[in-house]
């Protein structure tokens, strides 16, 4: 678990005596404690050592606007804290990239693994095209990287932590995905349709492909398409699709209002629906003007 220290707001973890930065004495600043049980018992994991309930992070909620497209990653109703993660990078002036991750709860630290392997694969995607690279290419060495990332981070003597990862790779008339795992993509608009195939035992959750050191060799799915015809492209988590597989009701929902409020809107419905996981949502609109230049990213907590 960590935080910050009062003096100089440096990162530090939960037990430290002193900030390492400034030296400040740390031993009289208030302890986090147990969301569920109260107790001042956390561990450098995350865990309450009383009652073992891991406990929330400020990524409980975060939104992210980026050249007319929008995620927005939540930790649902029944989850103690957000494991999914996204990634929205432009390149240059004619492509888009967005990564969404959903870290496999049964594994150690899968919120830093998704964050981690959203984050590699979204600035490699973008500096392979500035490169002058394709899609396919971009996005396969992106997920390789991931991959390597999220399997470096195993420490001696626990599971290896893991993710699914799905992005998109949007630039002029043309649309590349690729994904390992079961988070989704959709295309959205005339003929929507979805556009992965789950790694997962048909009818169950079990995955037979994620990122990880004990996933083996990581061999991603890659698929591009063009359209003539307006429409998005929307990633999602679990948490979304379990709710509203269907591309046509996620059409219905998605294609109105701005992509933020769109991706708000399906969030929402998630949620209304039981909210039983984290849910990610990431709609880049296709075809459909000019894509603006501003940049506004803002993570925020929870208030319910």
Known sequence: ????CPECGTRVMAGEAFCEQCGHDLSS????SCTACGSASIGQDGYCENCGMLQPTGRDHVEIELAAMAGVSDRGLRHSRNEDAMALVTAGQDAVVAVVCDGVSTSPRPDEASQAAADIAAVTIAKRLAEGEGAEAATREAVRLAADTVAFSARIG???PACTLVSAVVERRQVTVGWVGDSRAYWLGDNSSLLTTDDATPGTHMLTAWLGADAGEVVPHVRTFTTDGPGAVLLCSD?????YPEPEMLAATALSGTPLSAARRLVRLANEAGGHDNITVAIIPFGQGER???TVAFPKERSD
């Open 1 to 4: 678990m960590t935080g910050s």
């Open 239 to 243: 948490g979304l699709w379990n709710y």
């Open 158 to 160: 626990e599971d290896s």
């Open 29 to 32: 600043a208030p302890r986090a």
């Open 292 to 294: 603006a230049e501003a």
